[in-house]
């Protein structure tokens, strides 16, 4: 009989020895709450919804001149561009120019007779980063030889700045 219960003995004290360490590693990790918040694609024009410039009584050789800033204030950067809306020029062929400058980067946007920006094309202005201004001026010009039927003429035109999110480049 020792012959049997020294073996169940043996087998018996393993087995507590197995069940009672019961030890295994462990390991957890954890993220916060993951969001995703839109960018905002915003600008403002110093000059929003006013005219540029007017200007009355100009005889030959006179320039009106007129200035705005436009800023992107949103949190995107975007293209910008410039649409002349409408126009009118009475004015004898070259006489009445206009110059369209950014001038806080030095480029000449648009030079030549007035109006001729062509009614609702866009100009590229270039990307602008957020909260990035440009500032603009506007000068027409009467030219010194201006044809005395230019007497009581008339230009006018209207312009529209418009913004669009640069698109992110393929991945």
Do not use: C, R
Not at 126 to 133: I, S, T
Not at 135 to 157: C, E, H, I, M, R
Request: proline share 4%; charged share 15%; aromatic share 6%.
């Amino acid at each position: 009989m020792k012959k049997i219960l020294l073996p169940l003995a043996t087998l018996v004290a393993a087995g507590a020895v197995a069940v009672g360490s019961g030890a295994t590693f462990t390991s957890t990790s954890a993220n916060t709450i993951s969001s995703v918040t839109a960018g905002t694609l915003s600008q403002t024009n110093s000059k929003d919804k006013a005219a540029i410039f007017t200007a009355t009584d100009i005889k030959p050789g006179d320039t009106a001149t007129g200035s705005l800033t436009i800023t992107n204030t949103g949190s995107l950067p975007a293209k910008f561009s410039l649409t002349e809306t409408a126009s009118t020029n009475t004015f004898a062929a070259s006489s009445m120019t206009m110059v369209i400058t950014n001038t806080t980067t030095n480029k000449v946007v648009f030079s030549g007779p007035f109006g001729d920006l062509v009614d609702g094309v866009k100009t590229d202005l270039g990307e602008v980063a957020p909260k990035a201004a440009n500032s603009y001026t506007f000068s027409a010009k009467l030219a010194a030889s201006a044809p005395n039927d230019d007497q009581g003429k008339v230009a006018t035109a209207a312009f529209q700045w418009d913004s669009v999110q640069v698109e992110n480049p393929a991945s």
